[in-house]
């Protein structure tokens, strides 16, 4: 073959071999695979300190604000609260700030999902994952 047929035939080898495979085809038999679904993970509550140190009041729902029911009411100094809850629902959280002697109630909401992945043909869950209800106060 001559040059100017082998550098079209190579570049058609590289774009096949690189679209042959995706992000979930992974195989990796040194890989610790949990294959049983969790029941539980981890919801982490980020809060802002206040400039007072004084403790803010935090409420977490299962479910919806509105219509949810209240899991948890308690203060906290801490910037980060986790509590450890079962997965395939959906969480809410509230805090409520004294800024100025204004009341700022800060909401956010996440479902709590078991995240699964392929490796070697298994099906494997990620029990490090959890999700974040952002409660910071914006600066």
């Given amino acids: 073959m001559n ?9 058609f080898l590289i774009l096949i071999a690189s679209c042959s495979k995706t992000k979930n085809d ?11 679904k969790p029941d539980e993970l981890y919801v982490k509550i980020a809060l802002t300190n206040t400039p007072t140190s004084e403790p803010v009041e935090v409420k977490l ?31 809410t959280a509230t ?19 078991a995240i699964s992945y392929k490796n070697c043909d298994e099906t494997c869950y990620d029990y490090d994952d959890e999700i974040i209800l952002n409660l910071q106060l914006e600066k």
């Fill in 61 to 91: 729902y299962i479910g919806n604000l509105d219509d949810g029911e209240l899991y948890d009411n308690y203060y906290s100094a801490n910037n980060n609260e986790y509590h450890l809850m079962p997965v395939d629902e959906r969480y």
């Fill in 26 to 36: 992974i195989c990796d038999a040194s890989q610790i695979c949990y294959t049983q």
């Fill in 95 to 113: 805090a409520k700030y004294v800024k100025d002697g204004d009341t700022i109630i800060v909401i956010d909401s996440d479902k709590l999902a």
């Fill in 3 to 11: 040059r100017f047929t082998q550098i079209p035939l190579i570049l």
